[in-house]
């Protein structure tokens, strides 16, 4: 049970607000959130709502989604410098969605900064996978192929990437990936996140 000086002290945080401008922030619906983090829906209704406070393991897997730090929760209002190193051991492995057959998956190459501008993950296409769901974000994206061969559909039209190809695109018109070829297809994904959307 917390004592009050606790409970207030935690309230200040407005933890739960900041979970719930996020889930928002990313289209997902409570089940969602409770299918990639592995938290019941109900579970983060009360987080979100202040009606439970999450441990500091809860509140990671629930960063984690998001590509944030937990200091994205706790950080205070004045600034600093950022410098934030993100241990390849550290990273999560996320579908593309959060049940059913994942046509990728993605792992957040910067979740332990803050106030971001952009973005960066490394995503995995399976050989030979059905494309991903159409989608559409605000800002742009830069897609570049380390190895394999990745098919964009952008803008009504189809497009191949090879290893070593990039393509920089508005992330604001319906586009979709799929993995071309005999190997798992890997690439480098920075999406911009444009004024008042950061993290």
């Known amino acids: 049970m917390l004592t009050e000086t606790l409970h207030d002290g935690l309230e200040a945080y407005r933890i739960g607000p900041k979970i719930r401008a996020l889930r928002l922030e990313k289209g997902l619906a409570l ?10 829906s109900g579970m983060l209704s009360k987080i979100e709502r202040g009606k439970v406070f999450a441990t500091l393991p809860t509140l990671l897997r629930i960063a984690l989604v998001f590509g ?5 929760f706790f950080r205070a ?27 990728y998956t993605f792992e957040s190459l910067d979740f332990a900064a803050d106030r971001r501008g952009f973005e960066g993950f490394v995503a995995e296409f399976p050989a030979g ?17 380390i190895e394999g061969a990745l098919e964009i559909t952008a803008h009504g039209r189809v497009h191949r990437l090879d290893a ?15 993995g071309l070829g005999r190997i798992v297809t890997r690439a480098l994904v920075v999406a911009s996140r444009p004024p008042g959307t950061q993290g």
């Open 164 to 178: 070593g190809d990039a393509v920089h695109f508005d992330a604001g018109f319906e586009h979709s990936y799929r």
């Open 129 to 145: 996978g059905d494309a991903s769901k159409p989608h559409e974000h605000p800002g742009e994206e830069l897609v570049f192929v």
């Open 31 to 40: 089940t969602e959130l409770g299918a990639f983090s592995g938290l019941s």
């Open 68 to 72: 944030v730090g937990l200091d994205h």
């Open 77 to 103: 209002d004045e600034e600093r410098p950022m410098f934030e190193i993100t241990k390849g051991s550290d990273r999560l492995s996320l579908p593309d969605l959060p049940d059913g057959d994942a046509a």
